[in-house]
């Protein structure tokens, strides 16, 4: 029996949005996609809440050698997170962790430039901004968009995903409004066992989905 629970990303973010349907929110509302993988699950959430889709950048911070083991994670507006068990007080490994959030920093300005397309920075006051991740390991990256969110002026925060640890939930429970995790399963071993296919995505299907959302809102043009 497959651990596999999502076809897609597309297909979790619809079973997220399907949740998301019934709930009552304070503020309108905006969908933020944390880029690149949350962006097509929060596409589908938007879709079904009749709401805009924006993105977050948000990036992880990765040990040097080591990029896969998470030290942190950063975001828009100059957010920090450090891992809860990164001991950023021995100054070696604080010069460590600096380094790599510069180069992340960098990537992280890329991004902004080619995603937003000269859009201003975002401006989340009196609104409702669900933060939407394809899956929530550490919980870090949320955390980071979090804080962006709240910074951005944001009047309500959602943080939503469809596969999620416990670890993950704690972390971030505390600053979020609401938190919404399809599945947390007792065991997570890597977010992508949960998908049938999870593909790296690449900037062009980032900037795709947000192009169809914000032609999908531009108002009609009476035929001649």
């Not at 007080?89 to 300005?109: G, H, K, Y």
Request: glycine content about 8%; charged content about 20%.
């Amino acid at each position: 029996m497959t651990s596999r629970r999502f076809v897609s990303r597309a297909a979790a973010g619809i079973a997220l949005g399907r949740e998301l349907i019934p709930r009552s929110f304070k503020h309108p509302v905006l969908v933020l996609g944390l880029a690149r993988g949350g962006v097509p699950v929060a596409y589908e959430v938007a879709r079904l809440l009749h709401a805009p889709l924006d993105v977050m950048l948000v990036r992880k911070v990765g040990m040097p050698g080591q990029p896969e083991l998470a030290i942190g994670a950063i975001a828009a507006g100059n957010v920090v997170v450090h891992e809860a068990h990164f001991p950023t007080s021995i100054p070696a490994l604080a010069d460590m962790f600096d380094q790599a959030a510069m180069v992340e920093r960098r990537e992280l300005t890329r991004r902004e430039r080619v995603y937003r397309a000269g859009l201003g920075p975002l401006n989340l006051h009196s609104k409702t901004a669900i933060l939407v991740d394809d899956g929530l390991a550490t919980g870090c990256t949320m955390l980071a968009a979090i804080r962006a969110a709240r910074q951005a002026g944001a009047a309500e925060i959602v943080a939503a995903a469809p596969i999620g640890t416990a670890e993950a939930e704690n972390l971030i429970a505390g600053e979020a409004d609401a938190v919404v995790i399809l599945a947390i399963p007792p065991v997570l071993s890597s977010i992508g066992e949960w998908y049938q296919h999870f593909q790296q995505l690449q900037d062009d299907e980032v900037c795709r989905l947000l192009a169809l959302d914000r032609e999908s809102r531009q108002p009609a043009v009476a035929g001649g």
